[in-house]
Structures are given as C-alpha cells and as structure tokens.
T-cell receptor
Framework: DSGVTQTPKHLITATGQRVTLRCSPRSGDLSVYWYQQSLDQGLQFLIQYYNGEERAKGNILERFSAQQFPDLHSELNLSSLELGDSALYFC??????????FGPGTRLTVL | AQKVTQAQTEISVVEKEDVTLDCVYETRDTTYYLFWYKQPPSGELVFLIRRNSFDEQNEISGRYSWNFQKSTSSFNFTITASQVVDSAVYFCALRPANSGYSTLTFGKGTMLLVSP
C-alpha cells in the first residue's frame, strides 16, 4: 500500500458526460501528479500540482482540468468524454522532487 | 526531449531462470533520475528503485539488481531466480534532476511472464 488513495476504483459512463476523479496523497506529500495509462499511448503525464498551485503540464486535453485543494487532495475533472478517454488514471504523490508513489488508479470506461 | 525505450514488449521465462529487462534512455539533461516501477496484474504501480545519473554504482536488492551504464544510456534490471510472483509489467522511467520539473517520462513497459 503506497499510502495514496484514489476514488472511485471503477467508473463507467457515457460519451459526452463529465466525471471527477479524486486523489488523496500520502501524508506530508505536497506534490500530486496525474497520469493516464492507455493501451495505445502508454503511461502519460497529465498535470502536476504542488501545494495547491499548478506546477507542470503535460499532454492534458483542454476538456480535462484538475485542482489541488487546501487539504492537498486533488481532483481531476474530465468533461465531454469520448470513447478514447477510456483508460486507467493514476494519481501519484511525492515529497518535493523525490520518487513518486502511485495510487491504485481509477479505471474509466466510456461507452 | 526525453525518451525511454524498452525494446522488449514481452518476455516469458520459467521459474528460477534469471531475466534481464532492458531500458535505454535519451535526455539532454546532464543530471537526471532513472526509475523502475512494477505493475502487477492488480494494476497498481509499485516503486522499485531510483538511481541518480551521477551515481553509476550498481545496486542489488535481494533477487533484484540494476546495472546503470551512462556511456550506453542504459539502466537494465535483472531478476535472479525468477518467481511466479514476479509476473508483471515493468516500467523504466526518467526525469530531469532540475528542481521544479519532476514529471516522469515512462517507457512502454515490458511484460514479464514467469511460468511455474
């Protein structure tokens, strides 16, 4: 158990819908990262937050957004969902710039 | 731009065999970190090791060992006397050591199947 929690574990929704994925980092970790894992793209970095502020942005679509709250938990919002958004979404956390510890992931299925 | 290549998409071995997973990377950064993560069938990503670019000493942890060679930009992972529980997808990853940019670039992964 990495100490990073993600909810929900599974999510099934329809195209065009909007979902929110939630992540709670390990105690004391200020950085939260979101990654998407799909069969064709592999593991791709989406976005990083550090202590509530956006710190780095990767291949995140404009339909996706994230935020980190004062209690350091983070949410990833995915809107106008398409079939191709079906993937495993991971959250990771770290202390400053050290190794990242990953949560169990949220498996999103868009039908 | 950074790139991590894991040329072996799938490896099958029989229990107790030794197996080496290859990782080759490209980066323009002079200092960087290399990582290995394990993704068992249950899906979570488990951190295995972090290596600094300025430390080329090989590391051994139980049945696991890592060979870092800066001259060939490789960071290979060897499992000695493999076990069925080692069956998983293994990812090599890279990130710059510059503070403020700590995102990981992952390889495509190598699926290891260990048969009894």
């Amino acid at each position: 158990d990495s100490g990073v929690t993600q909810t929900p574990k599974h999510l099934i929704t329809a195209t065009g819908q909007r979902v929110t994925l939630r992540c709670s980092p390990r105690s004391g970790d200020l950085s939260v990262y979101w990654y998407q894992q799909s069969l064709d793209q592999g593991l791709q970095f989406l976005i990083q937050y550090y202590n509530g502020e956006e710190r780095a942005k990767g291949n995140i679509l404009e339909r996706f957004s994230a935020q980190q709250f004062p209690d350091l938990h983070s949410e990833l919002n995915l809107s106008s969902l398409e079939l191709g958004d079906s993937a495993l979404y991971f959250c990771a956390s770290s202390v400053t710039d050290n190794e990242q510890f990953f949560g169990p992931g949220t498996r999103l299925t868009v039908l | 731009a950074q790139k991590v290549t894991q040329a072996q998409t799938e490896i099958s071995v029989v229990e107790k065999e030794d197996v080496t997973l290859d990782c080759v990377y490209e980066t323009r950064d002079t200092t960087y970190y290399l990582f290995w993560y394990k993704q068992p069938p249950s899906g979570e990503l488990v951190f295995l090791i972090r290596r600094n670019s300025f430390d080329e000493q090989n590391e051994i942890s139980g049945r696991y060992s890592w060979n870092f060679q800066k001259s060939t930009s490789s960071f290979n992972f060897t499992i000695t006397a493999s076990q069925v529980v080692d069956s998983a997808v293994y990812f090599c990853a890279l990130r710059p050591a510059n503070s403020g940019y700590s995102t990981l670039t992952f390889g495509k992964g190598t699926m290891l199947l260990v048969s009894p």
